[in-house]
């Protein structure tokens, strides 16, 4: 039942990368739903949170494709829950594995640029079945290669659980720095984000965040809803800002000579 599930879930994944609602493919969505499908929800949200966080600056620029959230994500947590591998060396595993999730959608995205003359030429006779048999035909591969993958790494966790816990004894030194890699990418990630959306002008809303993080975390009454505290007051500071600025563009639009409501 499990690799049943597994098969399905994967196959729903690969499809919503492009299509569908384009977040449920997400670790921090679809590690805690594997998680269920496994028995350890827990160790879904916890993956999920730190995947999400070393897969968040990562995106797919014109044609290349970045290491795959998806079968990262089932690696992942195949390898913490099947083989019983600490979170950060589960992680650090599976972004080898994410590879061939890339290849997966490179392999796709090859065979469908053959195809895509006949929905060219559906669309000239305005043919939508023949579109969407395209598109369905695309589906379908993409989602049965992650499928397929998904289930040979679900078998190939379960057989390997013993030899890899053998192994992180035998082998402390060489575990140790794959869960320090995998401590590290979480970060790792969240900088490639940063690089790529960071305005000079939100530094310091960017320190005052952690500062805020810092005291609520180190006080009792607080420390369990830090989080929520300071997505709170990044929430105002945002609501205040896109105010503010709407505000100051209605008055450009009006000439900057303010409007008749103020009596100016």
């Known amino acids: ?45 916890v993956v999920g949170g730190t995947y999400e966080l070393m897969m968040i600056g990562n995106m797919p620029v014109g044609g290349a494709q970045p290491p795959n959230a998806v079968l990262g994500s089932i690696v992942a947590m195949i390898f913490a829950v099947k083989s019983q591998l600490p979170v950060d060396q589960a992680l650090g595993l599976a972004v080898v594995f994410s590879i061939f999730g ?24 305005a043919d939508p079945k023949g579109i969407t048999r395209v598109n369905v035909i695309s589906c379908c591969i993409l989602g049965g290669l992650f499928a397929i993958i998904a289930v040979v790494a679900y078998f190939g ?16 030194w060489f575990m140790g720095g794959l869960g320090a890699a995998g401590g590290m990418m979480r970060y790792v990630g969240f900088a490639v984000l940063l690089k790529i959306m960071l305005a000079d002008d939100m530094w310091g809303i960017y320190l005052a965040g952690f500062a805020a993080a810092a005291l609520f975390g180190n006080v009792s009454a607080t420390s369990g809803a830090t989080l929520i505290l300071v997505a709170f007051i990044g929430i105002a500071i945002a609501l205040y800002d896109y105010n503010t600025n709407v505000k100051i563009k209605e008055l450009k639009g009006a000439g900057g000579n303010g409007g008749d409501e103020d009596g100016i």
Do not use: H, W
């Open 1 to 45: 039942m499990q690799v049943i599930l597994l098969a399905i879930v994967t196959f729903i994944f690969a499809i919503d990368q492009f299509s569908l609602t384009e977040t449920l493919y997400r670790p921090i969505c679809a590690c805690p739903i594997i998680g269920a499908i496994l028995g350890d929800a827990q160790t879904g949200l």
């Open 102 to 125: 890339q290849y997966a959608v490179t392999l796709t995205f090859t065979v469908m640029s053959g195809l895509m003359k006949q929905a060219d030429e559906a669309a000239e006779k």
């Open 157 to 172: 966790g379960e057989a390997a659980g013993t030899a890899l816990q053998n192994f992180s004894e035998s082998a402390s």
